[in-house]
């Protein structure tokens, strides 16, 4: 059983800042990429920014330069460090990882979630 959980996420003012973290957990043997995905309501989910185990980023245009993706392989973490806050930064936000676990091949997995809301 693979497990990603993430935390971080609430109630933030508009130019405040907050960091999001997804820990990864369970049978697994090895991550590739972690990435941050968001969802506003009536919207589709859409990629933030994306990590490599080598530490190569993506990032969406909307957030360059305000947000700040990182991660740690010894504890399959990532993390998202936000700035500069919006309220169109407003979404649920999801972890990914694309991993090898140790009855699969190589899978993408999904934590459930955290929301952010930034009010203006």
């Known amino acids: 059983q693979v497990q990603l959980v993430e935390s971080g996420g609430g109630l933030v003012q508009a130019g405040g800042s907050l960091r999001l973290s997804c820990a990864a957990s369970?049978?697994?043997?090895?991550?590739?990429?972690m990435g941050w995905y968001r969802q506003a309501p009536g919207k589709q989910r859409d990629v933030v920014a994306t990590?490599?185990?080598?530490?190569?980023?993506n990032y969406a245009d909307s957030v360059k330069g305000r947000f700040t993706i990182s991660r740690d392989n010894a504890k399959n973490t990532v993390y998202l460090q936000m700035n500069s806050l919006k309220p169109e930064d407003t979404a649920v936000y999801y972890c990914?990882?694309?991993?090898?676990?140790?009855?699969?091949?190589?899978?993408?997995?999904w934590g459930r979630g955290t929301q952010l809301t930034v009010s203006s």
């Open positions: 369970g049978s697994i043997f090895r991550v590739n990429t």
């Open positions: 990914k990882a694309y991993l090898h676990s140790f009855s699969l091949v190589w899978s993408d997995y």
């Open positions: 990590i490599t185990n080598g530490g190569s980023t």
